[in-house]
């Protein structure tokens, strides 16, 4: 299957949980780019040490998925924190495209 990512990520929209401190988003995939995966992402920023964000998502089937960013760097976690809470749902489609791209753990 062929997925055009650029697509995805201009086509969902966000929502945030927790907007006071920009830690908590849910990312909405439309429902044509959902395929396979639940349409509702859940973006963790900043709230695991060592992590800048975390992915959250459910496939189809009902596994669980889920993927880190987590950069050695102390500037470049910073720098992935707010890159993450000044663009939500391109952190999450990026996490998503690396999830997607490695095989299924049982």
């Known amino acids: ?17 927790m907007a006071r401190c920009r ?3 849910l990312v909405h995939l439309a429902p044509a780019d959902a395929q ?9 920023i900043a709230t695991r040490a060592g992590a800048a ?3 959250f998502f459910t496939y189809s089937d009902g596994a669980y ?4 960013s987590e950069p050695s ?7 992935g924190i707010r890159h993450a809470r000044s663009l939500p749902i391109v952190a999450a489609v990026e996490l998503l ?5 490695m095989p299924r753990r049982s």
Do not use: K, W
Not at 1 to 17: K, L, P, Q, Y
Not at 36 to 44: A, F, S, V, Y
Not at 73 to 79: C, T
Not at 97 to 101: C, F, P, R, T, V
């Open 65 to 68: 998925g889920e993927i880190s």
């Open 97 to 101: 495209q690396g999830a997607l791209s």
């Open 23 to 25: 830690n908590r988003f």
């Open 53 to 55: 964000y975390d992915l």
């Open 36 to 44: 396979g995966i639940e349409p509702e992402l859940r973006l963790h």
């Open 1 to 17: 299957m062929d997925i055009d990512f650029d697509v995805i990520e201009n086509r969902a929209t966000c929502s945030m949980g």
């Open 73 to 79: 760097e102390p500037d470049a976690l910073e720098r």
